[in-house]
């Protein structure tokens, strides 16, 4: 990882692993989870990162990303397995090619969420590459009529048979 991409100072480093978890706010499940995956990583220093923690490694070992609900970072399947254990689901990385990951206890969907974190950085997809799968537009609620009236009924004059005005007085006969 290059770091002077990270834009690395004393302010964007965490003093602990603790620390680090409390920041993100990690639930209980991955915090034991993640201490115990740590302890079994030489960690030189850990750093805020946009999506999650940035593990450096002391050996020389690709970084490590902890993102919510997975990390991201291991060399190999073995590696995999020897930092999480063979009980944790694990997966190739999309976003690092050649990368191996593992899910998380709480959360733990990470290829599909790796998927759509890396759809939502490339965009939308443009109409012209996009396959012609357009969803009806929904069609605006019909507006609500106001109450009719009642109509009222021109009431027809019982003497000469004429229409009378709506007040019911006839202006024929008075």
Request: glycine share 8%; net charge positive.
């Amino acid at each position: 990882m290059d770091l002077s991409a990270t834009n690395e100072s004393p302010l964007n480093r965490y003093g602990s692993l603790e620390e680090a978890l409390v920041h993100r706010r990690a639930p209980v499940p991955n915090r034991v989870f993640l201490r115990t995956m740590m302890s079994r990583i030489p960690v030189e220093r850990l750093l805020r990162a946009d999506g999650g923690i940035t593990v450096v490694r002391s050996d020389g070992g690709p970084d490590i990303q902890v993102r919510q609900g997975y990390s991201v970072g291991f060399p190999s399947e073995e590696d995999a397995i020897a930092a999480a254990g063979s009980e944790a689901p694990r997966w190739r990385s999309s976003r690092r090619p050649g990368m191996w990951a593992v899910d998380h206890p709480l959360h733990g969907r990470g290829s599909i969420i790796e998927a759509e974190e890396l759809a939502a950085e490339r965009g939308p997809v443009k109409a012209s590459r996009a396959k012609a799968t357009r969803a009806a537009k929904p069609k605006a609620e019909p507006k609500a009529k106001p109450a009719a009236q009642q109509e009222r009924v021109q009431p027809v004059c019982p003497n000469c048979f004429m229409m009378m005005a709506l007040s019911g007085v006839c202006g024929n006969c008075s």
